[in-house]
């Protein structure tokens, strides 16, 4: 997840996988809902959310969000 995307360069701040047993001792969850806090911003804020399989085949889902 990128919070201040600007449509070039991805730049994750946060990131989940599989066997990461920080939250529980299930080897195979993975994290389906994150709460993220950025420092506020002027104006909208474009996000960027991009999810990696198994397999590296991606999906990308960029938001505008803020003040218009």
Known sequence: MNPDYDG?????????????TANDDDSLRVVTQAVVTTPTKDGPRRVCVR??????FEAEVVVTVGAM
């Open 8 to 20: 070039k360069v991805f730049r994750s701040v946060w990131q989940d996988y599989r066997r990461n």
């Open 51 to 56: 999810v990696v399989d198994v397999f590296g």
